[in-house]
C-alpha cells in the first residue's frame, strides 16, 4: 500500500488504497481509496476481509445492473458492512441487500451483511456513523479488522475523507469535515 491514490481519475493508474494511519474506536486499520466510475472497483486494492466501508458517490440514474455488480464485487471482496452516501445512495443500499440475499453465504443473521443509507446526511455523518457506531454482524466482529472510505467518480471528497479520518483515532475527537 503506497502513497496516496491518484486524484486525476486520467484512467491511467489501477485506483490506490491509502492507509490513513489511524484506528477507529474498533480497533479496525482506515483506508482511503478513490475510484473514477463503479466498474473501477474490479481493479482496486482493497484490505483483507473482511472489512467494513463508506461509499460516497452519485448513484441517481444508474442502471440497477450496474449497482449490483459493484455491491456484488464489494461483498464477493470481503465487505461486511456498506453504508452507503450521496445521490441515489438508497438505491446502492438496496442492491448491496439484494447481492446479499442473492449469494446464500450469508443467509445466517450471524454472518448477515450490513447496507446502511445516509440520505439527507453530510459526508462527515456518514464517516462518523460507520467508524463509531457501526459494528458488523457477530460472525464478522474479531475478523473486521480494517475500515475503508470509497469515493465514487469525485476525486474532491478523498481529501476530506482523509482529513476526516486522520482526525478520529481511537481517541474520539469529535473532529470531522463540514459537509
Known sequence: ??????????GVPAPALERVGARDCFGRELFVLGLQDLASLSGAELPASPFACVVACDVEGVRRESLLAFARGLIERGAVIVSAWGAGCDDLAEAVEEAAARSGAFASPERSIAATVHAGERLDEALDFLFRDALPAPAWEAECRAAVAISVGHPEWIARMRAWLAG????????????
Open 168 to 179: 478520529t483515532g481511537e481517541a474520539e475527537t469529535g473532529g470531522g469535515v463540514p459537509g
Open 1 to 10: 500500500m503506497s502513497g496516496p491514490p491518484s486524484l486525476d481519475f486520467g
